[in-house]
């Protein structure tokens, strides 16, 4: 019986440590994965620098880009957010060179959520380089209309030329 106990209690140690080597491969390849796409995951420092410093300008919306972008306020555990995810992976790669597009995980960045006023998830923040942004949220119902609908908003909000 001593040796039954010894050789599950080895068994349940042995399967503990492969289960957290594995989980801490899984972490390693989403980073890689995430290095590959272009989609850009930002923290608020990256956001203050790369979007708007609105420490320093609270009052008055800044555009620190160089290109227009597209900010995909999301969560992990959200169904239309998985949804939307790769829908707007796909459209950022087809306007590459044109626009910027960057996620924001409203569970790790609860303030930049709360600055935006986030209520509903998946929220899309498009901001011109000239101008002021535009908030919308949710998706379409099928994936060719949640796809459309980035396109249109790209093309009327963030390509649209002067007349």
């Known amino acids: 019986m001593k040796h039954l106990f010894a050789i599950l209690l080895t068994s349940w140690i042995t399967m503990g440590s492969c289960s957290a080597d594995n989980n801490s491969n899984k972490a390693e390849q989403g980073d890689k994965r995430t290095a590959d796409q272009a989609v850009s995951l930002i923290s608020k420092d990256q956001f203050l620098k790369q979007v708007w410093n609105y420490e320093q300008s609270p ?93 249109d908003n790209i093309e009327s909000h963030l390509l649209k030329t002067k007349q």
């Open 59 to 151: 009052n008055e919306w800044k555009f620190l880009g160089e290109k227009p972008a597209i900010i995909d306020f999301y969560a992990d555990w959200c169904g239309p957010c998985k949804i939307a995810g790769p829908i707007l992976e796909d459209v950022a790669r087809e306007y590459k060179g044109k626009i910027v597009v960057y996620k924001i995980d409203t569970q790790k960045e609860r303030e930049l959520a709360g600055v935006f006023g986030i209520s509903s998830i998946p929220a899309f923040l498009y901001i011109p380089l000239e101008g002021k942004p535009m908030m919308t949220a949710g998706i379409g119902r099928t994936k060719d209309q949640t796809r459309q609908m980035f396109i």
